[in-house]
């Protein structure tokens, strides 16, 4: 069925729009799909910033001409989803990734992170990278080692002096305690 025009400006309006506020995209051939797979998917993006929108493949070819982005021509055939990731792309990627797993028509075609262009491995990498948290976890981890290795030597520094202290005393304790008696 054919749209109008206005509709087609609205769609490339609002395409425009999202490719504005996105990181990247990741698109993905659909077919075979059912409407409950495909909200799902779409329900599980939502909180990790991300949209899935079933796009017009001639449409979409237009906005990202105007915005001088290009993907590869056989990426825009046939039935096309994508995931605009509003926030981190790791999450929707692995949201994509897995949907690919558990639903035999859902193929990943690749995507855009930026303005580079990737392409179904390269999304399947993107996917298997941890959590901004964890990650950031590690750096932190990785910068606090040394800090707590110094500290823990300094302590054993000064636990040994202690000892030392501590063992001087017993034996001056001993010594005075035969000629007290």
Same mark, same amino acid.
């Given at each position: 069925?054919? @749209?109008?025009?206005?509709?087609?400006?609205?769609?490339?309006?609002?395409?425009?729009?999202?490719?504005? &506020?996105?990181?990247?995209?990741?698109?993905?051939?659909?077919?075979?799909?059912?409407?409950? +797979?495909?909200?799902?998917?779409? &329900?599980?993006?939502?909180? %990790?910033?991300?949209?899935?929108?079933?796009?017009?493949?001639?449409? /979409?070819?237009?906005?990202?001409?105007?915005?001088?982005?290009?993907?590869?021509?056989?990426?825009?055939?046939?039935?096309?989803?994508?995931?605009?990731?509003?926030? +981190?792309?790791?999450?929707? $990627?692995?949201?994509?990734?897995?949907?690919?797993?558990?639903?035999?028509?859902?193929?990943?075609?690749?995507?855009?992170?930026? #303005?580079?262009? @990737?392409?179904?491995?390269?999304? &399947? $990498?993107?996917? #298997?990278?941890?959590?901004?948290?964890?990650?950031?976890?590690?750096? %932190?981890?990785?910068?606090? $080692?040394?800090?707590?290795?110094?500290?823990?030597?300094?302590? #054993?520094?000064?636990?040994?002096?202690?000892?030392? /202290?501590? $063992?001087?005393?017993?034996?001056?304790?001993?010594?005075?305690?035969?000629? #007290?008696?």
């Amino acid at each position: 069925m054919a @749209i109008s025009k206005q509709k087609k400006q609205e769609l490339v309006a609002l395409y425009n729009e999202q490719l504005e &506020r996105c990181q990247g995209i990741i698109l993905a051939d659909y077919r075979g799909m059912s409407v409950a +797979e495909m909200d799902e998917l779409r &329900r599980t993006t939502r909180p %990790l910033d991300g949209k899935v929108q079933v796009v017009k493949n001639r449409l /979409l070819a237009l906005v990202l001409k105007q915005r001088d982005l290009s993907l590869p021509a056989e990426w825009l055939i046939g039935p096309t989803a994508v995931g605009f990731c509003f926030g +981190e792309v790791p999450p929707v $990627a692995k949201a994509f990734v897995d949907t690919a797993k558990n639903q035999e028509g859902f193929q990943i075609k690749g995507g855009l992170l930026g #303005s580079t262009v @990737i392409d179904a491995e390269q999304v &399947r $990498a993107i996917a #298997s990278l941890p959590s901004r948290e964890v990650l950031m976890a590690q750096v %932190l981890g990785t910068i606090n $080692a040394p800090a707590t290795q110094t500290a823990g030597v300094i302590a #054993s520094g000064i636990r040994q002096v202690v000892n030392v /202290l501590q $063992a001087y005393v017993d034996k001056l304790e001993e010594q005075q305690a035969p000629a #007290s008696a």
